[in-house]
């Protein structure tokens, strides 16, 4: 009942037949190869990306800032290429986790794009999501410099209380900078006995 509420909510902002079509889109390069070899210091336990940002910088700006939902089918269908192509799924039990957003942020552009991706893509997949973390208020990130980023994500996230968690999580966020809020949720994660979290990301801007 519940997921038919939210269909019906959901499909009054964007076409929901769009959903399922098999449409002839862009894919860009893959940048999976190149992350997975920094990840000896990092929480994570893999790091897929499924874009470098320039290449679709205009779309995802318009989804993220200007609330397009209409893009969310274009990454919905590249984080799934990806969870696909790398075999994510293989792992009894795994779920899908979004990065979470800050309510005052909600409140500033009344969406979060993150949490309808996932969704979306939990419905593509057929893998359940969950939602463990709370974010706590902090800095915007891409006003920082790499060593403020690390030091703003320290204590940025928290583990809700009474949550059931898989041994394994894919992490889903919009782009991968410098690993800070990856790291800062995996870690959280990791501490309550998660055993394995891999990183989806829709684009790099490394």
């Not at 999501?129 to 410099?145: D, F, G, N, V």
């Amino acid at each position: 009942m519940i997921k038919k509420i939210a269909h019906v909510i959901m499909s009054i902002f964007f076409d929901m037949s769009k959903y399922g079509e098999t449409r002839n889109i862009y894919y860009p390069q893959d940048l999976t190869e190149h992350y997975n070899m920094e990840i000896a210091h990092s929480e994570l336990d893999g790091v897929y990306v499924a874009a470098h940002y320039k290449d679709i910088s205009y779309t995802i700006e318009a989804y993220k800032y200007r609330s397009d939902r209409q893009h969310v089918w274009e990454y919905v269908d590249l984080l799934a290429r990806i969870v696909e192509k790398y075999d994510l799924l293989s792992y009894d039990g795994v779920v899908l986790v979004s990065v979470p957003m800050h309510w005052s942020r909600y409140m500033i552009r009344w969406f979060n794009h993150i949490d309808l991706l996932t969704s979306w893509l939990s419905r593509r997949l057929g893998v359940d999501k969950i939602k463990p973390i709370w974010a706590s208020w902090s800095r915007r990130q891409s006003k920082l410099t790499k060593i403020k980023r690390i030091k703003n994500r320290e204590h940025a996230f928290t583990l809700k209380s009474g949550v059931v968690l898989p041994k394994t999580v894919i992490l889903i966020d919009d782009i991968i900078s410098t690993w800070s809020t990856a790291n800062a949720c995996a870690k959280i994660l990791k501490d309550a006995g998660v055993e394995r979290v891999y990183g989806v990301f829709v684009a790099s801007n490394q």
